[in-house]
């Protein structure tokens, strides 16, 4: 496994009114691993989420990116870093296409403002094409590139997912944070989710997800950490996991004999 | 630049160009009147679109920054003399940082504080102009406003004129075509769309909406220039919030998705108001219906329900219902 950590959380806290959402949470994601986040509902793993993405501060604690850190950086800061993030449901504009839709992303990569784009100067017509070069790009890495100029309403839902994964990636993130990119998804369409996020892996990006599909988690995860109560109370390899008798009891049982 | 128009759009080119030449011939000068109110309005419309429709922020405060543009640029020509080609632009700028200063005390805040804050505006702008008279003339207004001229070729007829606020409309209809089609456009529609979003892509959020509430109020202090120099004479009462709810209007009948809604949405209110003098001719109605068709003041209470009653039915305006028709026959 690679042994720089790109990110870190050390004591993490958060407090809504009297409950405590997470409680003291460490743990590393190595540079180039494929991490999940597993644990029952309301166990803390979106809050978790966003406190590393900027869209909520914690009570206590702190947060690393690259040994730097960003615990109180603002989210449109933390993409300027390197860190891209998909929600639990796809949120894509639904009326624009396919394209634009990954296209946006690379807002960071581009700089034509008001002016110059109005008034078409060359160099923003020039971006504008190298944009949509990349986008396509990444489009065919989904097999979306038939689906490019389509409105993006009419792309059936494991479609829409994989375009928001398009414009996360369109940022070019060095690290990816994904809300559950199986739910919704019939069980072909989570193999073949499995199979992008393992093909970006191999091209170096690193990747951490939460994820309620164990048969994805234990397939595609260099590592896992389990929340319970907003505690960790595990972390380890997919074997060490299985075999954990605090997860098989808090989690995997129940959720054995929810699939039951 | 013209290698990929088809057919069918060369068609709607001509279509439109020859309409529009047409119209110079063949229009009298209440008709120029019209049409020079429609560019105008077609302006501070466009303006509107890009921050209503595009990026989901709303001002009921547009008729100020007209107001600006217009009593800047009226008092810069006539009171200080200062050359057209000068005070116009300037004028523009002076809306603009009137724009930037409103959406700053309020872009930060929850959603609807620009809203209001924009209505702050309106009112303290109306209060102003009305009673700060050693500047504004007060409620009586001020004249003597000069026509532009190029050298010494003077814009001073209807027609000229015409073409003058044609040339002008186009050349902002082209800068906001091009300006919503690129990277701007994206980012402005990402952020109506959502803004937690927009964020997680790098967008600095606050930023971009104080850039597009400026650039609207920009446009609306073209408008206003225009306007203070096709009439002349300005008073209050053009720009009170009556017109800061027509802008709304223009904007939501015409079709807020796209900025030709603007241009069919300023034709459909400046037209509105002699569709309801005529209609008011008809003995047909009640004395006291044709009193509402014909006074100024009850036309918002039309207004409020054109707003209805196109959003109910026609989310998408004229324009949308106009682009549907129309895929349907061809």
Do not use: C
Not at chain 2, 213 to 236: E, K, N, W
């Amino acid at each position: 496994m690679g042994n720089t950590a790109i990110l870190r959380v050390e004591n993490l806290t958060k407090d809504f009114g009297g409950l405590r959402a997470l409680d003291r949470v460490d743990f590393a994601v190595a540079e180039n691993q494929i991490k999940a986040l597993i644990g029952p509902n309301g166990a803390g793993k979106t809050t978790l989420f966003n406190v590393i993405g900027g869209f909520l501060f914690p009570t206590d604690g702190k947060v690393f990116f690259q040994e730097e850190e960003v615990t109180y950086l603002k989210t449109h800061l933390l993409s300027k870093k390197g860190i891209g993030r998909t929600f639990q449901t796809p949120q894509i504009v639904l009326d624009m296409s396919v394209l634009d839709n990954v296209m946006v992303g690379f807002y960071l990569q581009t700089k034509s403002e008001f002016i110059a784009s109005g008034l078409k100067l060359k160099k923003t017509i020039r971006e504008e094409e190298r944009v949509r070069e990349k986008s396509l790009e990444i489009l065919d890495s989904l097999n979306l590139r038939r689906e490019a100029t389509l409105e993006a309403r009419r792309l059936p839902f494991a479609q829409m997912r994989l375009v928001e994964i398009g414009r996360a990636l369109a940022i070019n993130p060095k690290i990816l944070l994904l809300d559950e990119p199986s739910a919704g998804l019939n069980p072909y369409e989570t193999e073949q989710m499995g199979e992008v996020l393992k093909k970006y892996k191999d091209l170096g990006v690193t990747i951490l997800f939460i994820e309620h599909d164990i048969d994805l988690v234990m397939r595609i995860s260099d590592e896992i950490v389990v929340l319970n109560h907003g505690q960790k109370i595990a972390e380890g390899t997919p074997t060490q996991i299985r075999t954990d008798a605090k997860v098989i009891s808090s989690y995997l049982g129940e959720a054995k004999q929810a699939h039951a | 630049m013209f290698g990929t128009i088809r057919l069918k759009e060369l068609l709607i080119y001509a279509f439109g160009v020859s309409l529009f030449f047409s119209f110079i011939i063949l229009a009298n000068i209440k008709w120029l009147d019209i049409g020079i109110h429609v560019g105008i309005y077609f302006i501070v419309a466009t303006g509107l679109t890009i921050l209503l429709g595009m990026a989901g922020q709303i001002s009921i405060g547009h008729a100020a920054f007209f107001g600006i543009g217009a009593y800047s640029s009226g008092l810069l020509t006539s009171t200080w003399d200062l050359n057209f080609w000068i005070a116009g632009p300037l004028s523009v700028i002076f809306a603009g940082i009137g724009g930037y200063l409103v959406g700053l005390t309020s872009i930060r805040l929850r959603h609807d504080s620009l809203a209001m804050a924009t209505i702050a505006f309106q009112v303290i702008f109306s209060v102003l102009v009305y009673e700060w008279v050693e500047v504004t003339g007060g409620p009586a207004g001020f004249g003597n406003i000069p026509v532009p001229s190029i050298g010494t070729f003077k814009i001073d007829t209807e027609t000229k004129y015409f073409l003058f606020v044609s040339i002008i409309a186009l050349g902002v209809f082209l800068f906001s075509r091009n300006l919503i089609s690129r990277r701007i456009g994206r980012v402005l529609i990402s952020i109506r769309e959502n803004e937690v979003v927009s964020s997680s892509i790098g967008i600095n959020v606050p930023k971009y909406k104080l850039k597009v509430f400026t650039l609207s109020a920009m446009y609306a202090g073209v408008g206003g220039v225009l306007f203070a120099h096709y009439a002349r004479f300005i008073s209050p009462t053009s720009f009170t919030i009556h017109f800061s709810f027509a802008f709304l209007v223009m904007v939501l009948v015409g079709g807020r998705r796209h900025i030709l809604g603007a241009f069919f949405g300023s034709i459909f209110v400046t037209i509105l108001p002699e569709f309801l003098r005529l209609v008011s001719s008809f003995s047909l109605f009640p004395v006291s219906l044709r009193e509402i068709f014909t006074n100024y003041t009850y036309h918002l209470i039309i207004y409020g329900l054109l707003v209805y009653f196109s959003l109910v039915l026609l989310p998408k305006g004229i324009y949308g219902l106009g682009v549907s028709v129309f895929q349907k026959r061809l």
